[in-house]
């Protein structure tokens, strides 16, 4: 069982260009969230998923778009990368029922530096 | 607007110093009040849920209570590998961004042997 995992691990970036981000969970969860975390701003909200096939904005979603095709994959895209977009991104999965405390599980997150 | 506000930034101790971390929040109907723990170059992870004022969690040398407008992580006699980076979040209720959590920037840990 492995949890939350992110792919990749880190990528350079140059300014316009684009990539993925992967995010896969074992755990059957139906909502999967993306975070960006900052230094002094802590994690922000950028899309979020209740399901396979639904996707909705958070708080920070412009400059980004997402994917889930399959319950258990959630896609975080870049089309036309900025340095504004330096960030450690996060994926986090969860039950709409499960866990005591319907707590997030996180992954271990892509650190992304554009140039 | 939902906001967390997290103090001090960052606190040293030793070894066997307790102390306290605030949390600080305004909220429009509490659901929820999570503590994550988060080590350099990993994701957070999870620790405890509190749900109404008066409650009160406990893991190891960790117990977390609840106000109606702030709560506290109380760290009795740490050890250098409680040093992590520890997040405060709130879940409102009502709202369409289901279990969207609002975070703390978070207090930097740092126990010293």
């Known amino acids: 069982n492995a949890g939350v995992t992110q792919t990749p691990k880190f990528r350079v970036l140059k300014t316009g260009q684009s990539m993925t981000l992967l995010c896969a969970q074992d755990m059957n969860h139906e909502y999967m969230y993306w975070y960006r975390q900052d230094p002094g701003m802590g994690l922000r909200l950028i899309h979020y998923s209740v399901g396979e096939g639904t996707t909705a904005k958070g708080e920070v979603p412009d400059g980004y778009n997402v994917s889930r095709l399959k319950k258990q994959n959630f896609l975080l895209g870049l089309e036309s990368a900025a340095p504004s977009q330096t960030s450690v991104y996060f994926c986090a999965s969860r039950s709409p029922t499960g866990g005591p405390g319907y707590e997030q599980y996180f992954g271990p997150g892509t650190r992304l530096t554009v140039t | 607007e939902d906001q967390v506000t997290q103090s001090p930034e960052a606190l040293r101790l030793q070894e066997g110093e307790s102390s306290s971390l605030n949390c600080s929040y305004t909220?429009?109907?509490?659901?929820?009040l999570f503590w994550y723990r988060q080590d350099p170059g990993k994701g957070p992870e999870f620790l405890f849920t509190l749900y109404s004022a008066g409650e009160e969690k406990e893991k190891e040398r960790l117990k977390a209570t609840l106000t109606k407008k702030e709560s506290f992580l109380h760290i009795t006699a740490p050890k250098p590998e409680d040093s992590a980076t520890y997040l405060c979040a709130v879940r409102a209720a009502g709202g369409t961004s289901y279990g969207k959590l609002t975070f703390g920037q978070g207090t930097i840990l740092t126990v010293h042997p």
């Open positions: 909220v429009s109907g509490l659901r929820g």
